[in-house]
């Protein structure tokens, strides 16, 4: 799948990075750039800096930097192409893909085919047990339309025999619809009545079967292909981004016909995970399109567990605007049975009155003895690492806090030692940058000067260095630079590949140095003196080395190619590759 390249560039344009990080953390502004907690490593301070000029992010201690995109990818865990939909939708556009999208994830065709045959079934004769069965759970003509319910005739060649004998094995194998027995293929939905299952786009991807007769299993889902992913994909969400472009909430239930009996009783933004418990994928794309979400699951065990496992996946992308509610149902309901017996006005009664993700939780907490020492300690270890899973400071302290005077006892001490080993590691890197040699500040320097005025890539100034293989990442950007003299910081960025420039780089960046055109080229100059002396330095502390015979073979190497690489070799260098030479063992 691609995106062609100008479109990102002006979805960059079009969203700020300001508010993308604000949403999920939140920021303080000092002096040009924003700062908050870095949520990329276990952060006491605020050590993230977001740069609203240049649209871009960068973390002084873990030195994670990027531009928006990256911003979202590493926060919501999401693949590229998921967090351009992401950034895309939160200002409104359309990611254009472009006509070679990937085989791989396009689905071929083959299922819409299907979805069409296995309507136009129970449309025809042969389908009055699915159209009683449809009849009892009172859904109508037009909401099977508009779900395009079908029935797949008990039969092990029907589809088969439909879509004819052109279709490749490949596609045939690739759709899910089939099984393969001795190279033979069998239709996988018989006797079952058939619920399409859609992509975003609106795409047929897979399918679900619910069996008519007595058999098993009573549900059958589409396997996974290579463009479904159970996981991923949530039943009736393209549905409801038909009636409403901007959605106001989403009804996370668990099954279709679910979604299909609340829609037919004139509830229509339900959705369905497919046989799975909430994931985050799950989570982080219910979000993408509203910021408030019931999950409401069945009265009975199963539902108990299956509403925790979305507590868990939750609370590591909870933000501050995003509302989440459980609905519970009495021991034997499901939303389908509750609104069939009970009627719309009692159903949105259920919602109104459904509990908050957060008093959800401390019900949780509140479950063991906290009458009494240990029960109050189960308590804490139960709910600390949950509330360690919190990536949003504010939500997290609020948690905390509330844990601790359940408890009694100060939770957020708490979390301290199981985090100690991420802390002492980042300490690490803090003394690390605070006494930055001298070179990385000179590499720096040069950085800011690019930043400040892009021209000076064109000045013969960093001609010395062009030889050393350390320093090809400069000629990297200076190349950048001399093409497309304005070219954003990010897209600078994102073209090398040592993560350790690309620190250096966001540092730059980020520390947004005001210079004069002419100071910008003295530090150059300065920058470029340091550089080469240091390269100087190395050379004599090796000789040195060589002299009492602690040169190890790698150092031996390395000021092989400090002589070698100087533009003009003195009688001196000759006798020192020479001796370096010949008695190499
Ligand atoms: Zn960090």
């Known amino acids: 799948m691609s995106i062609p390249s100008s479109f990102i560039d002006q979805l960059l344009d079009q969203t700020d990075i300001v508010d993308i990080v604000g949403r999920r953390i939140p920021l303080n502004k000092k002096g040009s750039n924003y700062w908050c907690q870095c949520p990329f490593h276990d952060d006491s301070n605020p050590s993230m800096a977001v740069n609203q000029e240049k649209q871009f992010f960068y973390c002084f201690v873990c030195q994670e930097s990027g531009n928006a995109i990256h911003f979202l990818r590493q926060y919501e865990n999401l693949e590229f192409v998921d967090a351009i939909e992401t950034l895309a939708s939160s200002v409104g556009m ?67 025999n439909h879509l004819g004998a052109e279709t490749s094995s490949i596609e045939l194998d690739e759709s899910g619809l089939f099984s393969r027995k001795d190279d033979r293929f069998y239709d996988r939905f018989r006797g079952r009545v058939i619920f399409p299952i859609r992509n975003i786009k609106g795409d047929f991807i897979a399918m679900g079967g619910r069996i008519i007769d007595e058999g098993e299993p009573k549900y059958l889902n589409s396997p996974e292909t290579p463009f479904f992913n159970k996981s991923n994909e949530l039943f009736g969400l393209y549905e409801v981004k038909e009636l409403e472009k901007n959605i106001a909430s989403l009804i996370v239930v668990e099954g279709y016909m679910d979604v299909i009996g609340l829609y037919e009783h004139g509830i229509k933004n339900a959705v369905a995970t497919l046989g799975t418990a909430v994931t985050p994928n799950h989570v982080s794309k219910i979000m993408r399109y509203t910021n408030k979400i019931f999950f409401a699951f069945d009265g009975d065990l199963a539902g108990g567990k299956a509403a925790w496992k979305a507590v868990e996946n939750t609370f590591p992308i909870i933000r501050e605007d995003i509302n989440i509610h459980f609905v519970f149902f009495e021991q034997g309901h499901d939303p389908d049975s509750y609104i069939n017996e009970n009627g719309l006005e009692a159903f949105k009664k259920l919602l109104d009155e459904s509990i908050s993700l957060s008093s959800y939780f401390l019900s949780k907490v509140k479950e063991f003895n906290l009458e009494t020492l240990e029960g109050r300690a189960q308590a804490a270890s139960f709910a600390i690492p949950i509330v360690n899973k919190i ?181 001196d260098d000759r006798n020192w590759l020479e001796k370096l030479s010949s008695k190499q063992d």
């Not at 083959?110 to 079934?121: D, G, I, S, T």
């Not at 890539?457 to 030889?467: H, I, M, S």
Request: charged share 30%.
């Open 391 to 571: 990536n949003n400071s504010v939500i997290k302290e609020i948690y905390s806090t509330e844990v601790s005077k359940l408890c009694g006892m100060d939770v957020k001490t708490m979390d301290v030692s199981s985090s100690r080993a991420l802390r002492q590691e980042s300490d690490h890197v803090m003394r690390s940058t605070s006494n930055t040699p001298v070179r990385v500040k000179a590499v720096i320097s040069i950085f800011s000067a690019l930043l400040a005025f892009p021209a000076i890539a064109e000045e013969p100034l960093f001609d010395e260095l062009k030889n050393n293989p350390k320093f090809d990442f400069l000629f990297v950007i200076l190349d950048l630079y001399k093409q497309k003299p304005d070219i954003k910081p990010s897209r600078v960025i994102e073209s090398l590949e040592s993560d350790q420039i690309k620190g250096y780089f966001s540092e730059a960046v980020v520390a947004g140095l005001e210079l004069s055109e002419k100071n910008a080229l003295k530090l150059v100059n300065d920058c470029m003196d340091i550089l080469l002396k240091n390269q100087k330095d190395r050379e004599q502390t090796l000789k040195d080395k060589y002299n009492v015979s602690s040169i190890t073979p790698a150092e031996r190497r390395d000021l092989q190619q400090i002589i070698l690489k100087k533009q003009e070799i003195t009688d």
């Open 94 to 160: 359309t990611v254009p893909y472009e006509n070679n999208r990937s085989e791989k994830s396009k689905p071929s065709g083959l299922v819409e085919k299907a979805v069409k045959f296995y309507q136009a079934n129970l449309n025809g004769t042969t389908a009055p047990k699915a159209v009683q069965y449809l009849k009892d759970r009172k859904i109508t003509g037009a909401t099977a339309k508009k779900f395009n319910i079908g029935y797949a005739q008990d039969k092990w060649d029907g589809l088969l």
